[in-house]
């Protein structure tokens, strides 16, 4: 949503056809490949868009943002299942699944760990 909004926003301060070069650095402009009939269409359906999207992301109740993506993408986009948005990242561990170590909480306990940085460690 936000990336659409972001383009919206640059078509809607840009109504004519912006120039495109390569990204390779071949000097070429890719507005040859399209007239500004064409982009001015574009520009009008990423508006389209954008405010759709805009309405689902803002609904105030999940049934009412599955529906507003659904006018938006069609009947086929479904809420993800439960399970789905419940399964635990790959990195994460936890004391009772994955060590048998069962909760009560009735019990006190205190746990001592060390945590390290993410990412990529630079000899």
């Given at each position: 949503m936000?990336?659409?909004?972001?383009l919206?926003?640059?078509?809607?301060?840009?109504?004519?056809?912006?120039?495109?070069y390569?990204p390779a650095?071949?000097?070429?402009d890719?507005?040859?490949?399209?007239?500004q009939?064409?982009?001015?269409?574009f520009?009008?359906?990423?508006?389209?868009?954008?405010t759709k999207?805009?309405e689902a992301y803002?609904?105030?109740?999940?049934?009412?943002s599955?529906?507003?993506?659904?006018?938006?993408?069609?009947?086929?986009?479904?809420?993800p299942?439960?399970?789905a948005?419940q399964?635990?990242l790959?990195?994460?561990?936890?004391?009772?699944?994955?060590?048998?170590?069962?909760?009560?909480?009735?019990?006190r306990?205190?746990?001592?760990?060390?945590?390290?940085?993410a990412?990529?460690?630079r000899?």
């Open positions: 936000h990336v659409i909004e972001d919206n926003d640059y078509l809607q301060s840009n109504p004519t056809m912006p120039s495109i390569d650095s071949t000097g070429r890719f507005r040859e490949r399209w007239d009939d064409g982009c001015s269409n520009r009008a359906q990423i508006l389209h868009y954008a999207m805009r803002d609904a105030e109740t999940v049934n009412d599955v529906a507003a993506w659904q006018d938006a993408f069609g009947p086929s986009f479904n809420k299942a439960v399970e948005a399964k635990s790959p990195a994460e561990q936890f004391i009772d699944t994955m060590l048998r170590i069962p909760i009560r909480l009735e019990n306990v205190t746990l001592f760990g060390r945590v390290r940085r990412g990529v460690v000899a």
